[in-house]
């Protein structure tokens, strides 16, 4: 997956959410839905696991906790939890994040793919940055995330 395969010539929707008061941002053309912590039930979860079951109404499918991915620390559900339900490559799966800053589209002039500011991360799970009005958004690169997890 390529940064620049999720925008078009001049604009792009991006999601932004929060995962341990840092921005990431995921192309809006894969996101599904989003779904409230208080509708989320994990089936199964361990320490060691990369990630869990979730069931959603009658379905299972796999939730991966960001924050553990990202920073080796299991998120803490709360009320600003969010699973975004994500359809990629014809997999469905969850993502588990701290918080949904919000939608925005944007011009793709401000993407680049300099990582000479991420700090203490998992920098091979970034795709680029994303810099404008004083913020930096790390584009996270979906594919590197589910390959290294086992889901393709």
Not at 76 to 97: A, P, T
Request: hydrophobic share 40%.
């Amino acid at each position: 997956m390529n940064i620049t395969s999720h925008l078009t010539e001049d604009c792009t929707s991006l999601l932004i959410f929060e995962i341990s008061d840092v921005e990431y941002c995921l192309s809006n053309t894969i996101l599904s839905s989003i779904a409230k912590s208080d509708n989320i039930y994990q089936l199964r979860t361990t320490e060691r696991s990369k990630y869990s079951l979730l069931r959603i109404g009658n379905k299972s499918i796999p939730l991966i906790d960001l924050k553990k991915v990202l920073n080796d620390k299991k998120q803490h559900i709360d009320e600003n939890s969010r699973v975004l339900i994500i359809e990629y490559k014809e997999i469905q799966f969850g993502l588990l994040v701290e918080r949904i800053k919000e939608i925005i589209a944007l011009d793709s002039k401000f993407v680049t793919t300099s990582l000479q500011f991420i700090p203490e991360l998992k920098v091979r799970y970034i795709e680029g940055t994303i810099e404008f009005e004083d913020r930096k958004l790390l584009f996270l690169n979906i594919e590197k995330i589910i390959t290294d997890i086992g889901f393709i």
